[in-house]
């Protein structure tokens, strides 16, 4: 049979299951978009800003650990749409990006909305290709998808000229298992490692498991949650790691970190035995390495990238594998040790009695008002009123923060935010990818006045494909994190932080025909929730909440200091 | 320290600019990089030198293991080998100069493969420090120009880095 290069790339979506792309037209893709137009095996949404449509692709992937798919045309779109996947990149999101080219003899040319597309990715992609043949074209994007979704996942980009889409040649759908001579992932950890590691763990009087990305990503929580309770452990995740382990369970002290809670980070640095999990030591969880590295332990580091281990900190035991596989084939070794072996039940006692000591500090608790809106308290009561059952994403700042402490993710999946970038403007885009996934699913934004205004744009994607999520813009009139660094490191200079001129936010929603409602008093704030979340639950609310203006995020770790070189308030400072 | 390190990838377009770009984004040191296909012209090998500690070292050898294209790495160092470079070095030779650089290059064990009547143009093998010795030898004033492949090394005896 022979097909066009448009046709074949269609085909290919549908074989690989895709049922959701996300993208934008242009010159050099409408082959492939005339080709759309024709199928109805998978849904296009159509964007507003090339930069939102990967956004959403990643958060479709992340919230259901299938491969995004977003595309988008030469030039413009690819540039607008590199923060998305730089965004993916960093956090490891399994994406293909389909990228349309000029036509290869134009290539090098200068042509109108030719960019070296391959060139400007290639920090920021697991791996890309060019494709300058047709019959090279089906095989190219089934190794994207296979690329993308093995290993560690990342984004993978497929570059496509227009006159490859217009070429034919014989297709035949491909079958068999992909194989790569210079790509093999290990998803098998070393079984002496493990046995070592199980040692380390049952020996260990202060031990402490930290898991971050990666256990979400090996959909490894209940492996995890298994492990902490059948060693009764302490457990921390990373913003990353949130939803890996339950928030609401006595065994969860908390997310470490720049921002994590005291007693999570005295435990970090305290333990005996540190085990990592799909996590990455980066600098907002550990701090100053050379600090973090005073306290003796031993640590354990279970990642399926090799890079990833003995990167920032001495590991002592690494293991390298998926995630999920080890934990299973830890658990089981452990449940053989321990039959053998019954452990003190004693053993940790002074261990967790440290830990509520440090607990006892509540470094979480926060100056209530009946009157002005304390940011930490609208998430609480988010939590509430959607019973902690919400799918939540975040933009990036002091609301992202919050949402991380406040809302206690108890389930996997449920909590998306740009992690390792930190890409403001995430927020809406990765709503519109969850509900895709889960359309009657409650989905909340939480955002800020400076975030929601960098994809604002996407308020109409949301109109024309009848997605409902719930903004709620903490609107503290300032860009809060940078003038929270202002205050404490910059003699309260608040230089550019300030946002003038904002948007009446509701007349704007309404503009876009959606729900719009200004919350003033602290009194207003679960009613306004309640009324979203039920009256309007098939519809858009966007709510401009006036929060506390100079509220900080505490506990803080300053950059560059030690983990437990916290401030746990304005009174530290 | 100074390591050797050889790879093994795919003979694709792009895949040099991978490994090159590896090396800038993450701030480590290229000494010298030399790269041709391999007697499978699939496939390219090629040879980094580089310096660093051994945690950067390691570093490196896992990102470069973690490039898609790349099928083997090898710590060349860490075991004995072989080391080459081929250099090219255009050097006056007038008058009594003639005999004396002739001289100079048959204590190199090198050869003269240009010849005019004011210069030669000597090739030159042997490992870093051979090569740099050469140079040394010279009255600076006399090299018109210096062209150095960088290092390709080749692990000794058994040891074979192949697919």
Known sequence: MELTGAEIVVRSLADEGVEHVFGYPGGSVLYIYDEIFKQDKFKHILVRHEQAAVHAADAYSRVSNRVGVALVTSGPGVTNAVTGIATAYMDSIPLVVLTGQVPTTAIGQDAFQEADTVGITRPCVKHNFLVKDVKDLAETIRKAFYIARTGRPGPVLVDIPKDITVARCKYTPPTGEIKMRSYSPVVKGHQGQIKKAVQLLLQAERPMIYTGGGVILADAAPELTKLVHMLDVPCTNTLMGLGGFPGEDEHFVGMPGMHGTYEANMAMQHCDVLVAIGARFDDRVIGNPKHFAQNARKIVHIDIDPSSISKRVKVDVPIVGDVKDVLQDLLAHLESALKENRRDPQQLAAWWKQIGAWRERQCLKYKRSDDVIKPQFVIEKLWEVTRGEAFVTSDVGQHQMWAAQYYRFNKPRRWVNSGGLGTMGVGLPYAMGVQMVYPDADVAVITGEGSIQMNIQELSTCHQYHLSPKILCLNNRYLGMVRQWQQIDYGSRYAESYMDSLPDFVKLAEAYGHVGMRIESARDVEGALREAFTTHKKRLVFLDIITDRTENVWPMVKAGKGLTEMLLGSEDL | ?163
Do not use: W
Request: charged letters at 30%.
């Open chain 2, 1 to 163: 320290m100074r390591h050797v390190i050889s790879v093994l990838l795919e003979n694709e377009a792009g895949a040099l600019s991978r490994v090159v770009g590896l090396f800038s984004a993450r701030g480590y040191n290229i000494e010298t990089l030399t790269v041709a296909p391999t007697e499978d012209p699939t496939l390219s090998r090629m040879t980094i030198v580089t310096s660093g500690s051994d945690d950067v070292i390691e570093q490196i050898t896992k990102h470069l293991n973690r490039l898609v294209e790349v099928v083997k790495v090898v710590d060349l160092t860490e075991a004995p080998h072989i080391e080459r470079e081929l250099m090219l070095i255009k050097v006056r030779a007038v008058g009594k100069e003639r005999e004396e650089m002739k001289r100079m290059v048959d204590i190199f064990r090198g050869h003269i493969v240009d010849v005019t009547d004011k210069s030669y143009t000597v090739e030159l093998t042997g490992d870093k420090g051979k090569l740099d010795a050469f140079i040394e030898a010279l009255d600076r004033a006399c090299i018109l120009e210096t062209v150095r492949t960088g290092s390709c090394g080749v692990g000794r005896g058994e040891r074979v880095l192949k697919i």
